[in-house]
């Protein structure tokens, strides 16, 4: 990216502001490694600013003495003032009591958010459950209409759906988003709200369309649950287009919307039920990044135009499953389109009844 090529494509390389401003997004650890990646670079005619600033994310990160190494060395060749705040850096080097790196508190969410991390990279673990993954031609009640299923988690149960949407359905829901589309929410106490963990646009297709019944019944088909939006029961959400532009993101979160214990709630909304499970659309390929990942259960799924990734959200017991917590890593190149469908409990009484025994499995 910094160099300008990304995969195959190339374009002009960042200059030396366009990584200050990327790096004003990022943690300090981040912006150490972002700084010092680039001064790695041939070829990098500023580097007396990326410099300075990787000295500043030293100091704060407390790490004194390399901050007052690099910008000695600086004060060398640059024109900039820099007397002063050596001098406070120095006092603070040279300070045994306060130069000692604090230790960082413990961070329960620290596994996951490497994990997600380490995913999006491409970094994978060797599964010991690949051996039970495979891919078959599932059929349906109707005799004729049979999909390509992928299994890509055996325990709990993932699955890719491929040719399962055309290019002119792809292009409908597109159209009828497109001047609707804002900034995506997350779900906070009941309540939509913009954050910075979700970084996307997107809009429900308000319009019960042809096209929406027909995709409807097409997951009906091949997941067994009613996701047909209604007026008078709410067995499923309506569609919501999402569209993720570079940098594009959605960091690691549950798509269910009730953790407590359900004896608890006392919320009128849960009438409706909570979202027992999650069918996604892949509307375009993604030239680099946009993966779908699962942290705690090491899966990552690439986007494939025309196909859908469905899981549950709920253990058969009621229960929310942790194991479904998932990340839409970021856009690196191109856009990145989905349609999502988020199915009630509502409704599935009959077709997905519950299992009292807590560690049973929907499969």
């Known amino acids: 990216m910094m160099s300008g090529t990304i995969l195959n494509t190339t374009a002009s390389p960042l200059t030396s502001s ?4 990327i790096a004003n997004y990022l943690e300090l650890e ?6 010092q990646t680039f001064l ?88 010991r459950y690949a051996h039970v993954l495979f891919c078959y031609n599932k059929a349906t009640r109707i005799p004729y209409y049979t999909v390509k299923e992928e299994v890509m988690s055996h325990v709990p149960r993932v699955s890719r759906f491929y040719d399962i949407i055309s290019d002119e359905d792809i292009s409908h829901l597109q159209n009828t988003v497109k001047q609707n589309l804002t900034r995506g929410r997350v779900i906070s106490d009941g309540v939509g709200l913009s954050d910075d963990s979700r970084t996307g646009e997107s809009a429900y297709v308000k319009i019960a369309t042809n096209i929406c019944l027909k995709l409807e019944k097409r997951i009906e088909l091949l997941t067994g649950l009613d996701a047909t939006v209604r ?14 532009g570079i940098g594009g993101h959605y960091d690691c979160h ?18 409706i039920g909570d979202r027992i499970a999650t069918w996604m659309f892949y509307l375009n390929d993604v030239k680099a990044g946009g993966a779908t990942v699962f942290p705690k259960i090491n899966l990552r799924i690439l986007p494939v135009k025309g196909s859908a990734v469905f899981w549950y959200n709920l253990l058969p017991s009621g229960e929310v499953d942790d194991r479904s917590e998932h990340a839409a890593c970021p856009v690196i190149l191109g856009t990145k389109w989905v349609t999502t469908k988020w199915i009630r409990e509502t409704g599935q009484e009959l077709r997905k009844p519950c299992k009292t025994h807590p560690m049973a499995e929907h499969f």
Request: hydrophobic residues 30%; proline residues 4%; positive net charge.
């Open 18 to 21: 366009d990584v200050i401003n």
């Open 30 to 35: 981040g912006q150490i490694n972002w700084y």
């Open 40 to 127: 790695d670079l041939p070829d990098v005619t500023d580097k007396e600013s990326i410099s300075y600033k990787l000295a500043m994310a030293y100091y704060k990160a407390g790490m004194s003495r390399k901050a007052l190494d690099i910008l000695t060395e600086l004060q060398k060749t640059s024109t900039r003032s820099m007397g002063t705040i050596i001098l406070t850096i120095r006092q603070k080097a040279e300070s045994p009591e306060k130069n000692k790196p604090q230790e960082k508190p413990m961070d329960p969410g620290g596994y996951v958010d490497n994990a997600y991390r380490q995913l999006c990279r491409g970094h994978m673990q060797k599964s």
């Open 254 to 271: 549950l798509d269910s919307l009730y953790r407590r214990n359900r004896a608890d709630i006392t919320d009128g909304n849960y009438t």
């Open 231 to 244: 007026k008078d029961i709410k067995t499923s959400e309506k569609f919501q287009v999402v569209n993720y």
